[in-house]
């Protein structure tokens, strides 16, 4: 018996500009972990390799990192974060949640050093939301 929870996949993403990362997690488990780095053009993704992964990984939700400054006030790459979310559920008819991504670029970078860590920034992100979420659509 479900008591309304949501079970299952669900993919998080760590938008920016030039890439976004994306990880893959179980709200069973509530652990994550890195899935891909996409390419992106001024925030737009590739939607096909967007639509490869979600057909893959059949997810239930969808969680966005959701970039503010470290007061909380929002800034133009929240509105952007946010637009990335509403069409992602407006392309998948999944429910987006949004999560406050505040330093895991920088815990990221600390984790894995040099090179791209968007993906592994995705993965704290949703590690964030599965620990701390109430999952109801």
């Not at 780095?37 to 057909?55: H, K, M, N, Y």
């Not at 970039?67 to 999944?94: C, I, K, M």
């Not at 991504?101 to 949703?126: K, V």
Request: aromatic residues 6%; glycine residues 10%; contains cysteine.
């Amino acid at each position: 018996m479900s008591d309304g929870r949501l079970q299952g996949r669900v993919l998080g993403f760590d938008f920016g500009r030039k890439r976004i990362g994306v990880a893959v997690g179980e709200t069973v488990t509530g652990s994550a972990r890195p899935l891909a780095i996409l390419s992106a053009r001024q925030g737009a993704p590739d939607w096909a390799r967007v639509t490869e992964l979600l057909d893959q990984w059949r997810p239930v939700a969808l969680v966005v990192g959701l970039p503010v400054h470290l007061d909380g006030s929002e800034h133009e790459l929240t509105r952007a974060a946010r637009r990335f979310g509403n069409r992602l559920h407006g392309r998948y008819h999944l429910p987006v949640f949004f999560q406050d991504e505040r330093l895991t670029s920088d815990e990221a970078r600390r984790t894995r050093g040099e090179g791209p860590i968007d993906d592994l920034a995705a993965c704290l992100i949703l590690q964030d939301w599965l620990a701390s979420a109430d999952p109801t659509p």
